[in-house]
């Protein structure tokens, strides 16, 4: 089947500013012309964190894969992640279970949880150094869950097999110098550098015989019976038996966008201060809407970002930068008295988010040979983890045992 209208519906400008990650190197990654046509296993259109998750994941397999991109890769949604990688989603678990039932919830964060293990593994087995470090998680009460609904949250974990552990406004005090109504204290998160991870995976997948093509526009998908074929703007074509669609926050024409919703969020980062960094350097995000979020970094700065607005243009998220960082330095200032919160780095971006907080992983309705991964949220790098996995299950032939969580048709 022809797709007559090209895949992205919009190209869009993902972030602005300047993200604290191009303050730190990172190995190059070296990227082809596309200047005939040439044919894979696997054509993986995106070359951002998702994207090489997939990469290196599809040739550990041994597919032949083919990775475009219209940028190049890290040049898209990646730098703008805060890279709070945890196995807490946004939708509480106690909320998500009236949307989805408890048995499917409970499954949800099992899985988010398992993605976290799973992806330091991988990163500690692959040898990649992107300063990966295990964090501690404080979820503070507020407008969302207030004392006693945060502890039915930390309930409802536990009863699910995920420790957590409510604290007291006392105990947080004593433990964190935070000044709240109660928190959740859970371990085992992650905290990483994004652009050295994509780094690292895209080169150990070119190791394997990769090849990365940039900047190549896909503009046309061709839908075959036995194989699908990407026509890019300057001519050439890509033939594969399946294709794997990992454009970020821009939405695609194969793909259905109901359900589906593109929310603008806001982050800063302070100057090193490992002096003045809180117990343990958990991360901390709040039970509220919209909530702040924040985690320190290996040598000391502060990341925090929030005040996410739901819409998409790009002007007028832009505009509001400067407001809005002013507005989350007060805040974390206010949070942490003893912190510098004046902003060294201030930047905005975009992301997709569903009603259910649960991405949408896995083939495009109509289209089997095609695979979509989208609607991460705030967590963009877990999710990414499970859909390496659940698409390498299906193209290699298995059934993953929680891909209905994520599928189109759920």
């Not at 200047?35 to 964190?49: E, F």
């Not at 074929?229 to 033939?239: A, C, F, L, N, Q």
């Not at 997709?352 to 949220?377: C, K, S």
Request: hydrophobic share 40%; charged share 25%.
């Amino acid at each position: 089947m022809r797709l007559g209208r090209p895949p992205l519906k919009r190209k869009l400008d993902l972030r602005t500013g300047r993200p604290v990650w191009f303050a730190y190197r990172v190995p190059s990654v070296p990227t082809q012309e596309l200047t005939r046509d040439v044919k894979a296993d696997v054509a993986v259109v995106g070359m951002g964190i998702s994207g090489a998750m997939m990469a290196e994941a599809l040739t550990a397999q041994g597919h032949s894969v083919v990775c475009l991109d219209r940028r190049g890769p890290m040049k898209g949604s990646t730098a703008a992640t805060t890279a709070l990688v945890q196995f807490e989603i946004d939708q509480p678990l106690t909320r998500l279970s009236p949307m989805i039932g408890r048995r499917k919830a409970e499954r949800a964060w099992r899985r988010s949880r398992l993605a976290i293990e799973n992806l330091a593994a991988r990163i500690d087995e692959l040898g990649i150094e992107c300063r990966l470090d295990r964090r501690a998680s404080l979820y503070l009460a507020g407008s969302v869950l207030a004392p006693a609904a945060l502890r039915e949250e930390a309930d409802a974990r536990c009863q699910a097999g995920i420790r957590s552990t409510y604290l007291t406004p006392s105990q947080l005090g004593e433990q964190f110098g935070i000044e709240r109504d109660g928190a959740i204290l859970s371990q085992g998160n992650l905290t990483l550098d994004p652009r050295r991870l994509t780094a690292g995976l895209l080169l150990k997948a070119i190791e394997r015989g990769a090849r990365l093509y940039a900047p190549s526009e896909a503009t046309r998908i061709t839908a075959g019976k036995d194989d699908v074929t990407i026509e890019t703007k300057d001519g050439p074509t890509v033939r594969a038996a399946h294709a794997v669609l990992a454009t970020g926050y821009e939405l695609t024409d194969i793909v259905p966008s109901a359900g589906h919703q593109i929310i603008s969020t806001f982050a800063i980062a302070t100057r090193p201060q490992p002096g003045n960094i809180w117990p343990q350097e958990a991360f901390v995000w709040e039970a509220s809407d919209p909530y702040l979020y924040m985690r320190a970094t290996s040598d000391g700065r502060v990341i925090c970002g929030g005040e996410d607005e739901e819409f998409s243009d790009e002007e007028r998220r832009d505009g509001l930068l400067a407001a809005k960082a002013a507005k989350i330095s007060r805040k974390l200032a206010k949070l942490f008295p003893r912190l510098d919160g004046k902003p060294e780095f201030a930047w905005a971006g975009s992301f997709g988010t569903t009603q259910t907080g649960l991405p949408y992983i896995g083939q495009a309705p109509r289209h089997p040979r095609i695979h979509a991964v989208m609607g991460y949220g705030g967590n963009g790098i877990t999710y990414s983890q499970i859909a390496s996995e659940v698409v390498a299950s299906a193209l290699a032939g298995r059934d993953d045992s929680d891909a209905d969580l994520y599928a189109f048709k759920r």
